[in-house]
């Protein structure tokens, strides 16, 4: 029987959750231990992730230590899902998966990452550089729409990671702008609503979100 999965986390950060979404879909067991900010550049946690960041994984089944979110997900995947549940085994779908998971790490995330900064954490309001990453976001949206047109999910029409990779930065919309104007405007692209609906049902999704919330609300206290 294989031993849990120890993963490294945090409460608010969206990465993270990306990696519990996946976890649970596959059924695999995992550990969570919840890094402190100001733990993840000490001796403690970079031995980890040099990087000083979550999440990251210790996988005693194999001895491996990895991090970045993207990098975990495959591994995942590649490690944990014999049946080909979240991806693919063969040409070109399993090459598309990975391209829409580039296009996350690369687009949306930084994206959605310097929004969230520029509205909330930084010490000056810049209006320019708050409208520049979301209309970033409003792209990013517009470009999914498309790749969307004629299909539920992203590649070979079934839920992959590729798809699941995009719900916690999404998810994070609210809190960046709590008027609910920018949800109104992305959901405008209908293609895109009903993809991320689909997936905001899906039970690992729900139980994701629900823990992350709950988790944030006592890390505030």
């Given at each position: 029987m294989s031993k849990p999965i120890k993963l490294y986390s945090h409460e608010t950060g969206p990465n993270p959750w990306k990696v519990v979404i996946i976890l649970e879909e596959l059924g695999v067991k995992y550990d969570t231990v919840y890094v402190d900010m100001a733990d993840m550049h000490t001796p403690k946690f970079e031995p980890i992730n040099p990087?000083?960041?979550?999440?990251?994984?210790?996988?005693?089944?194999?001895?491996?230590?990895?991090?970045?979110?993207?990098?975990?997900?495959?591994?995942?995947?590649?490690?944990?899902?014999?049946?080909?549940?979240?991806?693919?085994?063969?040409?070109?779908?399993?090459?598309?998966?990975?391209?829409?998971?580039?296009?996350?790490?690369?687009?949306?995330?930084?994206?959605?990452?310097?929004?969230?900064?520029?509205?909330?954490?930084?010490?000056?309001?810049?209006?320019?550089?708050q409208d520049r990453y979301k209309n970033e976001i409003k792209r990013i949206t517009k470009v999914l729409d498309a790749c969307l047109q004629g299909k539920e999910y992203l590649v070979g029409g079934k839920c992959s990671y590729a798809d699941l990779s995009f719900v916690t930065w999404y998810a994070m919309v609210g809190f960046l702008d709590q008027t609910g104007a920018l949800q109104k405007e992305l959901d405008t692209n209908a293609n895109f609503k009903a993809w991320m609906d689909k997936l905001m049902a899906r039970p690992s999704v729900k139980k994701a979100l629900e823990e992350k919330t709950r988790v944030s609300q006592q890390a505030k206290h």
């Open positions: 990087n000083g960041r979550t999440p990251a994984i210790e996988d005693p089944n194999t001895g491996i230590t990895l991090w970045e979110s993207g990098a975990i997900i495959q591994y995942l995947v590649e490690n944990y899902d014999p049946e080909y549940k979240l991806h693919s085994k063969s040409s070109p779908d399993k090459y598309y998966e990975n391209q829409y998971l580039q296009f996350q790490m690369s687009g949306q995330g930084p994206y959605f990452g310097q929004a969230a900064w520029f509205i909330h954490f930084h010490s000056e309001k810049i209006p320019s550089a």
